[in-house]
């Protein structure tokens, strides 16, 4: 990793001072924070003027402010006082698809500079009434239905903040609620600085915490999001572009997908993370999910103290080959420490209006995975001071994986599939599963199965080059079992 480019990238994101020549109250400008008047052409004159006479905060007081899309201008800060909510326009006619970034939101940056959302006040897309109105208005033949779910596309519903080509963002102390498809995209922006956000993004669904995409330089940090889809999401559209030098550090995530996710789309790639104290709680799939099965590379990611409460999966490391178009997927230089994880018997998002899918059931609980493929191999993973507390009870007669070597051959590497730690439905084992594998670290590693399970605890496929060291197995009635076989592997070390 560049250390010291990454660096002075933070650095320049912390302290990188956005003009503020002066504030605006937007109530001068004519805007009625009544819950009822649409202020969309009001508060884009606003921000105009703002912006075309040296720049400031533009400060919004108690109140409701109505509005469709507004685009912020550069050197503008939209400043949100307690008590302040921008609400969404209800009526999907008063959003515009923008036509660089073919999306729709309530809240624009297209190539702007030194722009920034503060304050203690909220923004309320109100996404479930208006993907429910848009749906009304498919069904009167005024838009299409491409996927004929009555769900229309993510594109075509609003979020509430979609920035692009934009540099220095600042987005710190709101709250960010109810958005109709995604909540808030930084896409191939540069140095975002997002702090003491709090996040309720469960209205609708596909609706993410945070996107960053392809963005260089990102601090994320203080914040806590409670999401229906993935919570902190990194994409990677542009196979000539890269997301990088990235911090996420103190933030606590709930989702029905994933916690931290890479990809996809992963088609440029992910380098240069640094992700520490991160807690994830009763989410349906990964708390972490790393996947390069779009061409993309996944390379110099360190996470550091992890907790995964009431999580279906604690780790899943993934290269796959689904949109690669002839470019060639890589993982590598991986350092995961200080995790504690407990994956629970049961659905960890059961109640929630919109659950993760179940169509992969019925299976036993899965372990953390590190899957490769044979030609593209995950390289370098290090994982130390790891206590991973599972179930156990995996029960051959409910569904049945063996460990002969044919039956573990037969296992197939599902290439092409999108990426999901269920995806296999039942693995042989109930800790870790890893295949094709350059250069495999486990130190410190203490894996518990609270019942006893048919399965062993850690099958390595295809490894070469892996250390086994202080890795404890705690089964009941499990004294002599094998817990760690292996298959196709070479130069494995047992400390």
């Not at 203690?120 to 498919?138: D, H, K, P």
């Not at 590379?297 to 178009?325: A, C, Y």
């Not at 350092?335 to 993760?356: F, H, L, M, Q, W």
Request: glycine share 8%; charged share 25%.
């Amino acid at each position: 990793m560049n250390k010291i480019s990454s660096l002075l990238s933070i650095l320049f994101i912390a302290l990188a001072p956005h003009i503020q020549a002066r504030d605006y109250n937007v109530d001068d400008f004519g805007a009625k924070p009544d819950g009822k008047t649409i202020n969309t052409r009001t508060l884009q004159r606003a921000i105009d003027y703002v912006s075309e006479n040296g720049g400031g905060r533009l400060v919004f007081q108690v109140g409701n402010y109505v509005t469709g899309s507004i685009y912020l201008k550069s050197n503008v800060t939209l400043h949100l006082e307690p008590g302040a909510t921008l609400l969404g326009s209800t009526n999907p006619l008063d959003y515009m698809i923008d036509p660089k970034v073919k999306w729709s939101a309530m809240i624009f940056a297209i190539n702007q500079e030194n722009i920034g959302i503060t304050g203690q006040g909220t923004i309320n897309g109100r996404g479930f009434t208006t993907a429910n109105n848009l749906v009304s208005l498919i069904h009167r033949g005024v838009f299409e239905d491409e996927l004929l779910l009555d769900r229309p596309r993510e594109w075509r519903r609003p979020e509430n903040i979609y920035f692009r080509e934009c540099v220095n963002v600042t987005v710190t102390g709101i709250t960010l609620r109810d958005p109709a498809s995604w909540n808030q995209t930084y896409d191939q922006c540069k140095n975002v600085y997002v702090d003491g956000i709090h996040v309720d993004s469960k209205a609708y669904w596909n609706n993410d915490g945070i996107d960053i995409v392809d963005c260089d330089g990102v601090i994320i940090k203080n914040s806590y999001f409670d999401a229906a889809d993935d919570v902190i999401c990194f994409k990677s559209h542009d196979a000539n572009s890269i997301c990088q030098n990235v911090v996420v550090e103190n933030c606590v995530g709930r989702s029905s997908a994933n916690g931290i996710k890479f990809g996809t789309v992963s088609r440029g790639g992910f380098r240069n993370f640094t992700i520490k104290n991160v807690t994830i709680f009763d989410t349906f799939r990964s708390a972490i999910t790393f996947a390069a099965v779009d061409g993309g590379l996944v390379e110099n990611i360190v996470v550091d103290s992890i907790r995964s409460i009431n999580t279906g999966n604690v780790i899943f490391l993934r290269i796959g080959e689904r949109w690669s178009q002839g470019k060639q997927p890589s993982m590598r230089n991986i350092r995961i420490s200080n995790v504690y994880a407990e994956v629970p018997p049961t659905k960890p998002d059961a109640g929630y209006n919109y659950e993760g899918p179940v169509e992969d059931n019925p299976r036993n609980i899965s372990p953390a995975i590190l899957f490769g493929l044979p030609d593209y191999k995950i390289e370098e993973v290090v994982l130390k001071n790891i206590e991973i507390v599972y179930p156990g009870g995996g029960n051959p007669l409910y569904a049945y994986r063996g460990t002969s070597q044919a039956e573990l051959d037969s296992i197939p590497d599902m290439r092409a599939r999108y990426p999901e730690f269920s995806q296999w439905k039942e693995l042989p084992a109930w800790g870790f599963y890893v295949r094709h594998i350059d250069g495999l670290v486990l130190d410190n590693v203490r894996l518990v199965a609270e019942k006893k399970d048919y399965r062993p605890a850690i099958v390595i496929d295809n490894v070469d080059g892996a250390t086994f060291r202080d890795v404890e197995f705690i089964e009941p009635d499990s004294e002599k079992k094998e817990q760690i076989i292996q298959n196709r592997s070479k130069n494995v070390t047992m400390q």
